[in-house]
């Protein structure tokens, strides 16, 4: 499976925090101008709240009423599966962005045929990657062995339009390399903590800044790490005030979390102006 990155601009837009709401306005302002029928924009819109495909309904409105598009999970499903949900989404009359996660080489194969122009970062696959949103992330790796999830989070941050910075390799173990990026934490917007072991960093980061914390534990670790379950506990009890913790080895869901919080808070500042 080959890996291309997602990094830099694509389309080259200045920043907008754009939602998707804009699509379903420009579809009316073109029906009001006379550029699409009403027979068109019913058709359309018919497609909106969900798709039956037999083996799976696709939930094609969701971009709509959350800023959050439907993403397809790739455990359980067969590669032929993966690539008819990857082509469903694609053929919305609204450009959300289509994230396939946790897929192995052969759905990442299967897809990608079917809808070329897919890209790939380990097992994540993105297409209709957003034009660039304003919004400052910061995501941290606690250990080389937890990149795997912070990857899944950036990846999907990336799918949105954000540009997350990642530092990894900073464990509390080695509490020097923490304290070499304090000046980092602090002009941020949202940081992601990715940690395993027992699951300390998010509490040492909280600590040290007032941004949202989001904390990912991982199933990295040795024998009373308990796969993940040790992390978890010791996220939910930390004593760092405010921190949002997410299930075991989630990147997805803290990226979806981070993009809920930046929505509101580019609206704010927009509404602010």
């Known amino acids: 499976m080959s890996g291309t990155s997602l990094d830099g601009d694509p389309e080259g837009q200045a920043g907008t925090g754009a939602a998707p709401w804009p699509d379903l306005r420009c579809l009316l302002e073109k029906v009001a101008a006379g550029e699409v029928s009403p027979g068109e924009a019913d058709s359309a819109l018919r497609r909106l709240p969900f798709g039956d495909l037999g083996f799976a309904r696709i939930d094609r409105h969701r971009w709509v009423r959350t800023g959050l598009a439907e993403a397809v999970y790739g455990p359980g499903k067969t590669p ?3 690539a008819t949900i990857v ?3 694609l053929d919305s009359p609204i450009s959300a962005p289509v994230v396939l996660t946790r897929s192995d080489e052969h759905q990442v194969e299967a897809a990608l045929a079917r809808n070329p122009g897919g890209r790939v970062v380990s097992s994540t696959v993105v297409w209709n990657a957003q034009p660039p949103r304003s919004g400052r992330i910061l ?3 606690a250990g080389t ?3 795997s999830v912070a990857e899944e989070c950036r990846t ?4 949105y339009g954000y540009d997350p910075k990642i530092i990894v390799d900073v464990g509390v173990a080695g509490l020097q390399r923490v304290l070499a990026v304090v000046d980092q934490l602090q002009d941020v917007d949202v940081i992601v903590v990715v940690a395993g072991m027992e699951g300390t960093l998010p509490s040492v980061i909280g600590g040290l800044t007032s941004s949202p914390v989001i904390a990912v534990p ?3 670790g040795y024998g009373s790490s308990l796969h993940g379950h040790t992390a978890l506990l010791g996220m939910l009890a930390s004593c760092a005030q405010g921190i949002t913790v997410m299930g075991i080895d989630n990147g997805f869901g803290a990226a979806c979390a981070a993009i809920r919080l930046l929505t509101r808070i580019t609206q704010g500042r927009t509404s602010a102006l």
């Open 139 to 141: 995501v941290i790796s």
């Open 145 to 147: 062995g937890d990149l």
């Open 218 to 220: 991982t199933s990295v």
């Open 80 to 82: 032929a599966q993966c």
């Open 156 to 159: 999907t941050l990336i799918a």
């Open 87 to 89: 082509a469903d989404l």
